[in-house]
């Protein structure tokens, strides 16, 4: 005879820590910065696809929006008319974001950037950007030793080739930077599939694995309303 082994089930949430003290991230102590998703940029990207840094990026987008995050987004050499601006795929996820340009390399080195970042009063800053090497590279290292917590989002950024992604990622986390992954960071910001406002990850989720599998990629949709009937999503 089969023995079933009980289970104590449980429906509501553990409570809230404050949300702006609290060390992991949460919508209130966050800020969101893009840099350089422009064609120009991808189009040199040899470590990974343009699909798995969409993948990454585009979920990040739907994050800021979702949990309603102070986000940046920034542009280089639009101006100077050598770039296009913001790939659509980001921009549609973020209506009314006003793209700042910069003519350099170092987004921290630009005053409008800079002034951005600080209007938003937080220190833990979720950033990601094309290159690894360069774009994210460089405002990383430069915010860390001004006292800032920088979080780069791995899966949506992309270097010249795998040796000189690895080589950034290494760097930034021998200064300080600690990596994360997008649907990580959903999970960190979402904290508990009992709270009221859970449905906004679940929804950014599922999304994911549909892009996901559209681009080719098999995976499984765990949160879907088909693999979990009971769950509208």
């Known amino acids: 005879m089969t023995t079933v082994p009980s289970i104590r089930t449980k429906v509501d949430p553990e409570p809230i820590r404050d949300p702006r003290t609290d060390h992991l991230l949460t919508p209130q102590n966050c800020t969101i910065a893009l840099i350089d998703y422009q064609e120009g940029q991808y189009a040199t990207v040899g470590s990974t ?3 798995e840094i969409n993948l990454g990026v585009v979920t990040l987008a739907q994050l800021a929006r979702a949990y309603e995050i102070p986000t ?11 770039h296009e601006p913001t790939l659509d795929e980001i921009t549609r996820e973020l209506p009314g974001i006003t793209e700042i340009d910069r003519t350099g390399v ?12 600080e209007a938003t009063g937080r220190k833990k800053i979720v950033m990601a950007g094309l290159w690894t090497e360069v774009c994210l590279t460089f405002p990383t290292l430069d915010m860390l030793a001004e006292g ?6 791995v899966d949506a950024v992309g270097g010249v080739s795998t040796v000189t992604h690895q080589a950034a990622l290494d760097r930034m986390v021998q200064a300080g930077a600690r990596p994360i992954t997008s649907l990580a960071l959903g999970c960190e910001l979402m904290r508990n599939w009992a709270r009221p406002d859970a449905e906004r990850y679940r929804t950014v ?15 499984g949709d765990l949160f879907s309303s088909e693999a979990h009937p009971e769950r509208k999503t």
């Not at 940046?72 to 050598?82: I, P, Q, Y």
């Not at 170092?106 to 970042?117: L, Q, T, V, Y």
């Not at 989720?205 to 995976?219: L, T, V």
Request: hydrophobic share 40%.
């Open 148 to 153: 800032y917590e920088i979080y780069p989002v």
């Open 106 to 117: 170092n987004s921290w080195e630009d005053a409008d950037f800079r002034a951005a970042i």
């Open 49 to 51: 696809t343009r699909d």
């Open 72 to 82: 940046v987004v920034t542009t280089v050499a639009v101006g100077m008319r050598v």
């Open 205 to 219: 989720i599922n999304d994911y694995f549909r892009r996901k599998r559209e681009a080719g990629q098999s995976s």
